[in-house]
T-cell receptor, first 111, second 114 residues
């Protein structure tokens, strides 16, 4: 079965600093999704990546997909306290029946 | 308007009890899911339904029984609750499976079994 490994597990950054979170799949990626979760809340969809080399941005968050490496990265520029939370990557299984998720990366931003 | 809503938000109960969690989506989606998030925040699929038909049953104990009365609702009933059932349960929906389509999640139900 497909597994997604996220790194780092947790991250503490000073406000204003940049950071990167990685997500590596054990199998071919058919679709890669990034979500953010705040404590006590549901998962908020951030971005979906489908093709190798694809890059998407939303405000100060950029996600890229490297199909050959079976890897995606999420980059936050000039982090703010509002960026704090748990970031999860999810991937389609080959049948499009479910999303498999990584274990998440806990991000804390110190002001 | 809430897209995917779950009730209750918190559920505290004793071992051996039976409880239900309800989920409703007003997005017109065909596929609904139940995911379980453990204490380490690991999110794992339990069930999925497409237009009331069970598609995925991911080796979940028989004590867990999903029911989909129509495609907008997917409820989860749990019999004989155990300590290990304590977790956050998320309902989600998507238009038609997950291919090229993100899941829309509810806010979760935090179940605590004492």
């Amino acid at each position: 079965s497909q597994e997604l490994e996220q790194s780092p597990q947790s991250l503490i950054v000073q406000e204003g600093k940049n950071l990167t979170i990685n997500c590596t799949s054990s199998k071919t990626l058919y679709g890669l999704y990034w979500y953010k979760q705040k404590y006590g809340e549901g998962l908020i969809f951030l971005m979906m990546l489908q093709k190798g080399g694809e890059e998407k941005s939303h405000e100060k968050i950029t996600a890229k997909l490297d199909e050959k490496k079976q890897q995606s990265s999420l980059h936050i520029t000039a982090s703010q306290p509002s960026h704090a939370g748990i970031y999860l990557c999810g991937a389609d299984d080959q049948y499009g029946n479910k999303l498999v998720f990584g274990a998440g990366t806990i991000l804390r931003v110190k002001s | 308007d809430t897209a995917v809503s779950q009730t209750p938000k918190y559920l505290v109960t004793q071992m051996g009890n039976d409880k239900s969690i309800k989920c409703e989506q007003n997005l017109g989606h065909d596929t609904m899911y139940w995911y379980k998030q453990d204490s380490k925040k690991f999110l794992k699929i339990m069930f999925s339904y497409n237009n009331k038909e069970l598609i995925i049953n991911e080796t979940v104990p028989n004590r867990f029984s999903p029911k989909s009365p129509d495609k907008a609702h997917l409820n989860l009933h749990i019999n004989s609750l155990e300590l290990g059932d304590s977790a956050v349960y998320f309902c989600a929906s998507s238009p038609q499976g997950t291919y090229n389509s993100p899941l829309h999640f509810g806010n979760g139900t935090r179940l605590t079994v004492t």
